[in-house]
């Protein structure tokens, strides 16, 4: 569900986050969140999602990296490089 919620930065720049919001994320006392800033922006995640997420894009990096080792004999190939290079 999309909301879109006014929040006031006390004094000590703690935010309130709204009980309705809390409530459909399952935000309970005691919740660990992760605070991302990038490009201007704050976003929060529950601390469960963000690791869950950041080990997925992990084991793609691994994925990844193991497919390009096994992929390196055809991409550097001197024949192919050649035949490749009059086009």
Known sequence: MNTLET???SSRGQIVIPENVREDLGIDK?????LV???G????????????????????AGWMTITEKSLEKIWKNE???AVWGRY
């Open 7 to 9: 929040v006031k930065v």
């Open 79 to 81: 024949k192919d490089d």
């Open 37 to 39: 800033e990038e490009n």
């Open 30 to 34: 005691g919740t660990k969140l992760i």
């Open 41 to 60: 922006r704050i976003t929060l995640q529950k601390e469960e999602e963000f690791l869950k997420k950041l080990k997925e894009q992990q084991e793609r």
